[in-house]
Every structure is written in structure tokens, then in C-alpha cells.
């Protein structure tokens, strides 16, 4: 047996001592396996052992009553297994691994693949940031959790999976509708085998009382009390605010005077067994509460989904502008405002700098396909971000775009700006500039709509005061303390999800917004302007 397997059943081993960090005596045994004809035994796609205390017997079963099969994958079938293990027989299966080479947790072999022990890791609950690893730990919602895992590192025996990123996230849809397990977002832990030891020996609260960060721990009423240590730091802007530390046996302590502002990390330290029995993320405290509030409206606006006038007719449900309330007064906001001011602005650089993306028609299956997902992005992202004032550009701007688009905004009278050059595609659609304005004038003012809370003017950038463009995109101006933002669409709205193209925040939006702008005030005259509403 190999010195890393050694010590993981050393840890196995003080973690599953009772009183340690629980009192487990049973393991739930979950398994997500592989079954292809042909092959004796099933792969496994992803296992999870959970510590239980007064685990209650259960017949070993598969949780899915139907196969379940995915698409594209018709010589394989999927199931979910589980079954109830004492301690002692998952460490026995543990050892007979490490012997053998071959996994065996019940009466039947499990295919692997080359799974490497390692260490072990405290797991805590999500705070601030959701922590990754808890899309498959089960109920790590107090102290948190010790997890030792089996990693398959280069992962054979299911490439044939992580090679299929569709294949991989309806599997993670349709498991995740039986048991809650999200493992398409950790596709780096199929193959792997995790065993999960959740704090329950002792509880700690972290949290505040009269301006001081306080920490209260009750122990398990079978556990016998133990001196432990308890942390706290509160940390603002990268520098430590305050730091705390405490012996402490059972009641409440309080860690951290006046801790201010900033995020507050806790910790309590079992420096007789050397491990964490209790750990915080970064957690912030209210003491100001900004409130968004907005009247929805009673009716529904109402516009036909296409230009046909036998079209179905599309409902948003409108809502106002949201307005600011504060709750609360918070003493340290005068040095906090400015500092979060330049804080948002390093963040805003560091994002722009990612350079992420959503790419549509990346496959030959999926041209044509993508059409409604490009769609729904870009009304999603006007949901999100339209409140205040939406700007749509677009050499090839017509009034099916708009209806696609700038009508689906559900903030009742948000100023909306729509650009055209009045391109069309086809050479038998080409008119003469001013009939096709008229002509896109007459399809918008004609709609079966009731038009409510539309504020929209369309525009074209052509004629001597205007000039020609190429670049399309989805503008949200500047408003108060809000900065711009921008999408470069990566080809016209009447074109997305059709063919390959990519979606795209963009560096520097408040330069976009100021061009659009330059060119929207010099085509400002009736020559130039389509449609408007209200007029």
C-alpha cells in the first residue's frame, strides 16, 4: 500500500472517531453509474459517501425507476444507486482498493478509473460566493464539511463523456431532477469518489451583536465539551480591519470589537486533533438595505410576436422605474462609499478583461437551433439591464428586430434608441432609402398592439449629416452611478443563433455609448427619424 493511501485511512479514520468531528456509524452510499451491454460491470460517473449518525437500515436500490438515457449516447444507460454502508465496511472496501486495484463498495464491482487519494479538505458552507464543491455535497448548510476523495485524474473510463458537454449536462439535468446533484459545473470530479464527514460534534454561530462579531457554539449533547479556539478577522479594501482570537468551551464569546465594515471570515480551531470544526466564507452584515421598489402595472403590453397580422400576440407584464429606499444608517458609509466606489471600477476593469463570451452556431447541428437561445440572451439581458434605457445598433435594424427585442423590455416607459442604415439582405427587398422608411414606419404604427408603456424611437443613420457603420450592439447608457454597458452582437439581430457569431461584453462601453451618441445627435431630424412612440 502506497504512503498517500496509508494516510487517507489514517484520516478516515480520525474523522470517522466518534466525537471527532461527528458520531457516524453508517455511510449513505450514493452512486451515479454507467451501464453499456456487453460490459459486466458499470462505470462509475460520479460516487458520494455521506457520514449519518443513527443510520436508519434501507434496502439497497436504484433511485430511478426508468433507465435513464441521453441523447447521442443510445449504446449506454444510466442509473442511480443507493445503499446504506456500516463504517467499517466502506473503510474495508477503502483498504481493498488500495490492495487490489478494484472498487467494490456492495456485493458488485464498480469500474474506476486511476483513482489518487488525496487530501483531505474543509469544505464550508456558501456565503458571499457560492463554493463549487457544494453543488454535490449533500446539506452542507452549518458548519460545513470534511471531504476525502478518490480523484480520477485523467479520467478513461469516462471520457467518453467529458468529450460530450451536451451529452454531460442533460445527464446533470436528469440526475439532478432525482437527487440534488450538479456535477456538469464540476466536470473535473467525474470519475471520482468523495466521502463527505459533516461537522456535527459541535455547532458554531458567527454573527454580531452590539458591533462586536461573536461566536456561540453548542456541542452534539453526546459529545463531551473540549477547550477549542476561535477566530475572526474582518478584512476591507485587502488590508485586516480587525482580528480576534479566543479560547473557548461552549456559550458565547465575543471575538472582534467594533468590527466596521468590510466581510468577516470565522474559524474554530480543535487544536487537540489538529482540524478546523467550523469555518465561514466571507459573510457581510446589513446595517444599510437598499431597496428597489416598482409598481407593476395592471395590464399587459401587447404586440404581435411577427410582422404577419395573423401573428400570436406576445404579453409582457410592465412594471416602473424601480425607486431607491434606504433602511437603516450605517456609521463607517462615508469612508466605505468612496473606497467600494473604486473598488466596483478595479472589478469592472478586471471583468472587461476576461473577455467572456456566449458563442452561438458553433456546431452544424446547432445552426438554426440557436435562434431562440440568441434571442432569449438578448432579452434577458435587457430585462437585466434595460431599466434605465436600452440602445439598439444595427446597420440592418428592421421592425421585426424591434419587436424581437426592444418590446420585450419590461420596464414601462424605459427610453429606448433603435439605429438603423436601413441595409436589407436582399436585393429584391432594396428600396430607396425613404420608401423603406416609410415602409418600416407603416409595419410599426399598423400593429395589433396596445403599445403600452412603449417609449421607442427609431432612427437611421443615413444621408449627408449621418455616416455608415457596421458594428452592431446592445447599449445600456450611463444612468447616475450606474455605468455604461455593452454587448457587441456579433452579427444583426435578425441573424442571431442562425450562423456562427458571438456575444460579447465589451471593454470600454461609456466609448460605445458615445459614439452611438455622436452619430444618434447628428441624424437628429425628421429626414432621418422612422418611427416614434408616443410621438
Given at each position: 500500500?502506497?504512503?498517500?493511501?496509508?494516510e487517507?485511512?489514517?484520516?478516515?479514520?480520525?474523522?470517522?472517531?466518534?466525537g471527532?468531528?461527528?458520531?457516524?456509524?453508517?455511510?449513505?452510499?450514493?452512486?451515479?453509474?454507467?451501464?453499456?451491454?456487453?460490459?459486466?460491470?458499470?462505470?462509475?460517473?460520479?460516487?458520494?459517501?455521506?457520514?449519518?449518525?443513527?443510520?436508519?437500515?434501507?434496502?439497497?436500490?436504484?433511485?430511478?425507476?426508468?433507465?435513464?438515457?441521453?441523447?447521442?449516447?443510445?449504446?449506454?444507460?444510466?442509473?442511480?444507486?443507493?445503499?446504506?454502508?456500516?463504517?467499517?465496511?466502506?473503510?474495508?472496501?477503502?483498504?481493498h482498493?488500495?490492495?487490489?486495484?478494484?472498487?467494490?463498495?456492495?456485493?458488485?464491482?464498480?469500474?474506476?478509473?486511476?483513482?489518487?487519494?488525496?487530501?483531505?479538505?474543509?469544505?464550508?458552507?456558501?456565503?458571499?460566493?457560492?463554493?463549487?464543491?457544494?453543488?454535490?455535497?449533500?446539506?452542507?448548510?452549518?458548519?460545513?464539511?470534511?471531504?476525502?476523495?478518490l480523484?480520477?485524474?485523467?479520467?478513461?473510463?469516462v471520457?467518453?463523456?467529458?468529450?460530450?458537454?451536451p451529452?454531460?449536462?442533460?445527464l446533470?439535468?436528469k440526475?439532478?431532477?432525482?437527487?440534488?446533484?450538479?456535477?456538469?459545473?464540476?466536470?473535473?470530479?467525474?470519475?471520482?469518489?468523495?466521502?463527505?464527514?459533516?461537522?456535527?460534534?459541535?455547532?458554531?454561530?458567527?454573527g454580531?451583536?452590539?458591533?462586536?462579531?461573536?461566536?456561540?457554539?453548542?456541542?452534539?449533547?453526546?459529545?463531551?465539551?473540549?477547550?477549542?479556539?476561535?477566530?475572526?478577522?474582518?478584512?476591507?479594501?485587502?488590508?485586516?480591519?480587525?482580528?480576534?482570537?479566543?479560547?473557548?468551551?461552549?456559550?458565547?464569546?465575543?471575538?472582534?470589537?467594533?468590527?466596521?465594515?468590510?466581510?468577516?471570515?470565522?474559524?474554530?480551531?480543535?487544536?487537540?486533533?489538529?482540524?478546523?470544526?467550523?469555518?465561514?466564507?466571507?459573510?457581510?452584515?446589513?446595517?444599510?438595505?437598499?431597496?428597489?421598489?416598482?409598481?407593476?402595472?395592471?395590464e399587459?403590453r401587447?404586440?404581435?410576436?411577427?410582422?404577419?397580422?395573423d401573428?400570436r400576440?406576445?404579453?409582457?407584464?410592465?412594471?416602473?422605474?424601480?425607486?431607491?429606499n434606504?433602511?437603516?444608517?450605517?456609521?463607517?458609509?462615508?469612508?466605505?462609499e468612496?473606497?467600494?466606489?473604486?473598488i466596483?471600477?478595479?472589478?469592472q476593469?478586471?471583468?472587461?478583461?476576461q473577455?467572456?463570451?456566449?458563442?452561438?452556431?458553433?456546431?452544424?447541428?446547432?445552426?438554426?437551433?440557436?435562434?431562440?437561445?440568441?434571442?432569449?440572451?438578448?432579452?434577458?439581458?435587457?430585462?437585466?439591464?434595460?431599466?434605465?434605457?436600452?440602445?439598439?445598433?444595427?446597420?440592418?435594424?428592421?421592425?421585426?428586430?424591434?419587436l424581437?427585442?426592444?418590446?420585450?423590455?419590461?420596464?414601462?416607459?424605459?427610453?429606448?434608441?433603435?439605429l438603423?442604415?436601413?441595409?436589407?439582405?436582399?436585393?429584391?427587398?432594396?428600396?430607396a432609402?425613404?420608401?423603406?422608411?416609410?415602409?418600416?414606419?407603416?409595419?410599426?404604427?399598423?400593429l395589433q398592439?396596445?403599445?403600452?408603456?412603449?417609449?421607442?424611437?427609431?432612427?437611421?443613420?443615413?444621408g449627408?449629416?449621418?455616416?455608415?457603420?457596421?458594428?452592431?450592439?446592445?447599449?445600456?447608457?450611463?444612468?447616475?452611478?450606474?455605468?455604461?454597458?455593452?454587448?457587441?452582437?456579433?452579427?444583426s439581430?435578425?441573424?442571431?443563433?442562425?450562423?456562427?457569431?458571438?456575444?460579447?461584453?465589451?471593454?470600454?462601453?461609456?466609448?460605445?455609448?458615445?459614439?452611438f451618441?455622436?452619430?444618434?445627435s447628428?441624424?437628429?431630424?425628421?429626414?432621418?427619424?422612422?418611427w416614434?412612440?408616443?410621438?
Open positions: 500500500m502506497a504512503d498517500q493511501d496509508a487517507f485511512l489514517s484520516q478516515f479514520d480520525l474523522l470517522s472517531s466518534p471527532v468531528v461527528g458520531l457516524f456509524d453508517h455511510f449513505e452510499l450514493v452512486e451515479v453509474l454507467a451501464f453499456r451491454a456487453g460490459c459486466p460491470d458499470p462505470t462509475n460517473i460520479f460516487t458520494i459517501a455521506v457520514g449519518l449518525e443513527n443510520g436508519n437500515p434501507c434496502t439497497a436500490e436504484f433511485l430511478n425507476d426508468k433507465r435513464i438515457r441521453i441523447a447521442g449516447l443510445k449504446d449506454r444507460f444510466f442509473g442511480i444507486y443507493r445503499s446504506l454502508l456500516r463504517v467499517d465496511d466502506l473503510r474495508a472496501a477503502l483498504e482498493f488500495f490492495d487490489n486495484g478494484v472498487w467494490k463498495p456492495a456485493a458488485e464491482s464498480v469500474s474506476v478509473g486511476n483513482l489518487v487519494a488525496v487530501e483531505k479538505r474543509f469544505v464550508p458552507a456558501d456565503s458571499i460566493d457560492q463554493i463549487g464543491l457544494n453543488r454535490v455535497t449533500k446539506n452542507n448548510f452549518f458548519n460545513g464539511c470534511y471531504l476525502l476523495e480523484f480520477d485524474l485523467n479520467k478513461p473510463s471520457r467518453w463523456l467529458t468529450d460530450n458537454p451529452a454531460l449536462q442533460e446533470s439535468r440526475v439532478s431532477e432525482i437527487i440534488p446533484l450538479e456535477f456538469a459545473s464540476l466536470s473535473d470530479r467525474l470519475g471520482n469518489i468523495i466521502i463527505q464527514f459533516p461537522i456535527d460534534a459541535v455547532r458554531a454561530q458567527f454580531i451583536g452590539g458591533g462586536n462579531y461573536q461566536v456561540e457554539v453548542a456541542w452534539h449533547p453526546q459529545v463531551e465539551e473540549r477547550e477549542l479556539i476561535a477566530t475572526a478577522t474582518s478584512e476591507h479594501d485587502k488590508s485586516i480591519i480587525t482580528f480576534g482570537q479566543r479560547k473557548i468551551l461552549s456559550g458565547q464569546t465575543t471575538l472582534c470589537p467594533n468590527v466596521g465594515y468590510g466581510t468577516l471570515q470565522g474559524f474554530l480551531w480543535d487544536a487537540g486533533n489538529d482540524l478546523l470544526l467550523a469555518a465561514t466564507g466571507e459573510i457581510a452584515f446589513l446595517r444599510t438595505m437598499s431597496l428597489n421598489s416598482a409598481v407593476t402595472g395592471p399587459p401587447v404586440f404581435p410576436a411577427t410582422l404577419d397580422p401573428a400576440q406576445e404579453r409582457v407584464w410592465l412594471s416602473s422605474f424601480p425607486e431607491l434606504l433602511i437603516g444608517s450605517d456609521p463607517t458609509k462615508s469612508i466605505a468612496p473606497i467600494g466606489a473604486r466596483f471600477e478595479e472589478e476593469d478586471n471583468l472587461a478583461r473577455h467572456e463570451f456566449v458563442q452561438y452556431a458553433a456546431e452544424p447541428k446547432s445552426r438554426g437551433v440557436d435562434r431562440q437561445r440568441a434571442l432569449d440572451d438578448l432579452r434577458e439581458l435587457i430585462c437585466s439591464h434595460g431599466a434605465q434605457g436600452v440602445w439598439l445598433w444595427d446597420p440592418f435594424l428592421g421592425p421585426q428586430d424591434i424581437d427585442t426592444l418590446f420585450c423590455n419590461p420596464t414601462s416607459n424605459a427610453p429606448m434608441r433603435a438603423t442604415f436601413l441595409k436589407v439582405r436582399s436585393d429584391v427587398e432594396k428600396k432609402n425613404a420608401d423603406l422608411a416609410a415602409s418600416y414606419r407603416h409595419k410599426l404604427s399598423s398592439s396596445n403599445y403600452l408603456g412603449i417609449n421607442i424611437e427609431f432612427r437611421s443613420g443615413h449627408p449629416q449621418g455616416w455608415q457603420f457596421h458594428d452592431r450592439f446592445l447599449i445600456f447608457p450611463k444612468s447616475g452611478d450606474k455605468a455604461a454597458k455593452a454587448w457587441s452582437l456579433g452579427t439581430v435578425n441573424g442571431v443563433g442562425n450562423s456562427h457569431h458571438i456575444l460579447q461584453q465589451v471593454d470600454n462601453a461609456q466609448f460605445i455609448a458615445h459614439a451618441q455622436r452619430l444618434w447628428a441624424v437628429d431630424g425628421p429626414a432621418n427619424l422612422i416614434k412612440f408616443p410621438e
